[in-house]
């Protein structure tokens, strides 16, 4: 648990993906508003059914009861909805995990797949002395079926935050500038990146006001 708000409770849940996403919410500011408490466990996506996230288990049990809080949800959910997977079943365990926040007054946030370099781009520089070529239409393509899963959702205070604006624009993504790397390897957020991350979902949420 992070902070020493007395009223707020912020949850972030997820996979290791969504784990390095937290220290980018530890400022002053928000810790001064807000509780937060870290759910996450790696490659494991929060899903109803999955990586022993299932009714009477600790998860299951700890999570259902948080109550009148913020949860944001995300993480690499794309792993659920590929062509080797049980689309329609899995669709149906994403609504009864999102459910499953809403039942009790919480204001669920989640995070579409958050687009990843793919490799890890400063090893790349060091050994070819040049950064890769990013296909966007390969990894567009790759969370097609996540994507239109979220379209179909509709649900009081839930919130769908779009991942793509805050590093992607006009088909071109960014995972670094000129001072520093936004991804550890491929597909986990350094500090930098993950502050970057968090301060687009703070003034989306409204978390300092």
């Given amino acids: 648990m992070f902070g020493e708000g007395n009223n707020q409770q912020l949850f972030i849940v997820g996979d290791s993906v969504i784990s390095t996403l937290v220290s980018g919410f530890l400022n002053e500011q928000i810790l001064s508003k807000y509780r937060i408490y870290e759910f996450t466990k790696g490659g494991c996506p929060l899903l109803y059914g999955e990586c022993g996230f299932f009714e009477s288990s600790e998860n299951f049990n700890t999570l259902s009861n948080i109550k009148n809080s913020i949860v944001i949800l995300g993480g690499r959910y794309q792993k659920y909805?590929?062509?080797?997977?049980?689309?329609?079943l899995n669709e149906k365990k994403l609504l009864k995990t999102i459910s499953l926040f809403l039942d009790n007054n919480n204001e669920v946030y989640f995070l579409t797949p958050i687009p990843e370099p793919s490799l890890n781009e400063r090893m790349y520089y060091l050994v070819n002395n040049d950064y890769?070529?990013?296909?966007y239409d390969e990894w567009k393509a790759s969370i097609v079926t996540t994507n239109n899963v979220l379209k179909n959702i509709s649900l009081d205070n839930f919130t769908i935050i779009n991942s793509e604006v805050i590093f992607c624009s006009d088909k071109n993504c960014n995972f670094r500038d000129n001072e520093t790397?936004?991804?550890l390897d491929h597909?986990?957020?350094?500090?930098?990146?993950?502050?970057?991350?968090?301060?687009?979902?703070?003034n989306i949420l409204g978390l300092k006001n």
């Fill in 81 to 88: 909805f590929d062509k080797t997977s049980d689309i329609e």
């Fill in 132 to 135: 890769p070529v990013f296909d």
């Fill in 181 to 183: 790397y936004f991804f």
């Fill in 187 to 202: 597909v986990h957020l350094t500090y930098f990146g993950a502050r970057n991350f968090a301060d687009s979902v703070v």
